[in-house]
């Protein structure tokens, strides 16, 4: 199954860092999604685009994770010759991802 079929996403870029937050459609799959998703799958995944550390925040609570990737907009959104390889186009690469 792909990432979608279980989450959805939200987004956010500050300077050269990309938050994307991962919320499970039914907390039962909150687990899969903790399992599944870790930093360093997150930086297998975004292999050249994120190129410093990314950090995992857990909110069990909301039934999502939080990931902080640094150095992954190219010097920051202003600064980045990528025509749009900002928060809402690394979220839908994400959400293709394939879960076992």
Same mark, same amino acid.
């Given at each position: +199954?792909?990432?979608?079929?279980? /989450?959805?996403?939200?987004?956010?870029?500050? #300077?050269?860092?990309?938050?994307?937050?991962?919320?499970?459609?039914?907390? *039962?799959?909150?687990?899969?999604?903790?399992?599944?998703?870790? !930093?360093?799958? +997150? @930086?297998? %995944?975004?292999? #050249?685009? &994120?190129? #410093?550390?990314?950090?995992?925040?857990?909110? !069990? *609570?909301?039934? &999502?994770? $939080?990931?902080?990737? %640094? $150095? /992954?907009? #190219?010097?920051?959104?202003?600064?980045? @010759? &990528?025509?749009?390889? %900002?928060?809402?186009?690394?979220? /839908?690469? @994400?959400?293709? @991802?394939?879960?076992?």
């Amino acid at each position: +199954m792909l990432l979608r079929d279980i /989450a959805h996403t939200r987004t956010g870029d500050k #300077g050269d860092r990309s938050t994307i937050s991962v919320i499970a459609y039914d907390r *039962q799959d909150f687990e899969l999604l903790e399992s599944w998703l870790t !930093p360093e799958r +997150m @930086l297998a %995944h975004f292999e #050249g685009i &994120a190129k #410093g550390p990314v950090f995992r925040y857990s909110l !069990p *609570q909301l039934g &999502a994770l $939080n990931f902080v990737m %640094h $150095n /992954a907009l #190219g010097g920051g959104v202003t600064r980045s @010759l &990528a025509l749009d390889a %900002h928060g809402k186009c690394l979220s /839908a690469k @994400l959400l293709s @991802l394939e879960i076992e």
